[in-house]
């Protein structure tokens, strides 16, 4: 089975690229630099250099691979600021990469003959902000996002109706939970966890927003495993279990030997944070993995982000 995976260099595409090999595919990777070829053809990745916004380059590369599955992994995350002031600007780039990205992946598909679609959506604060404290695919994105994320909602919004949607192919999104791990923000030497180390992340108005992660790894263990598993549709792929901010990032600073995270209350952090930093802190919801453990036949190898934090972020 031939696949092609766009976005092959990035934190999650490095990380899938052997799993994908070891599972005996036959794997087309793609890069945005001519000097990550070299890389990608010794790791016995067919290699090719390709502007996900172009749609000439779209094309050309997929029309060169004739892939029975796309995996969709362009995003460009990594140089994140870590401010949530910065949001809108920080996912810029990437909602073109979801929105225009998406759609020309898709054409170029659908021209290839291709059967199989699969995409990186993201679970967390896009969901509601009411009701359970823990969401289900079934359960709307939010309908009222804060005013700096709204338009990354709305690209994600996009992503999951383009590809669930299509008639003419099997198309999966999969809500990834919040990545730790090497080549994450939250793994060794990423720039959250440096704040984490120096006190600069703080548990802020309480810190009832709750989270749900997911180990780079097992992110890139439930893609393989949608590469042949699964019914066309929303997959959450996380931990099995959702903490609010409260109760991990104490955990997490401890793990690295840091000292507790500084709490401020709510009317002091709201000028420092916004109001997207404060909806993360106080009123985000974390996310069930039920029907991708049961639908995938995945299970995470970290089942919680205790474990995780403790042996898994470098």
Known sequence: ????????????????????LEAGFDVTGTTSSSSKLAALEAAGVHGVVMDGLDVTSVDDAVAGARPDVVVHQLTALAHMSGNPRNFEKDFAETNRLRTRGTDLLLAAARAAGTERFIAQSYAGWP???????????????????????????EAIRHLEAVVTGATDLDGLALRYGSLYGPGTGLGTGGNLLAMVAKRRFPVAGGGTGMFSFCHIDDA???????????????????????????????????????????????????????????????????????????????????????????????
Request: hydrophobic share 40%.
């Open 127 to 153: 969901s509601e902000r009411t009701g359970s404290w823990v969401k289900g695919e079934n359960d709307p994105l939010d309908p009222a996002p804060t005013a700096v994320s709204a338009r990354t909602v």
């Open 220 to 314: 890139a263990t439930a893609t393989v495993a949608a590469v042949t598993h699964g019914a066309p549709g929303v997959y959450i792929v996380a931990d099995d279990e959702p903490a609010p901010v409260s109760e991990w990032l104490p955990y997490l600073a401890a793990s690295i030997g840091a000292k507790p995270p500084m709490r401020l209350p709510a009317w002091l952090a709201a000028p420092l944070l916004g109001e997207h930093g404060m909806s993360m802190m106080t009123q985000i919801r974390g996310s069930s993995n039920a029907k991708a453990k049961a639908e995938l036949g995945w299970r995470p190898s970290y089942p919680s982000w205790r474990e995780g934090f403790r042996s898994g972020l470098s």
């Open 1 to 20: 089975m031939r696949v092609f995976l766009a976005g092959a260099t990035g934190a999650l595409g490095r990380r899938l690229l052997p799993k994908l």
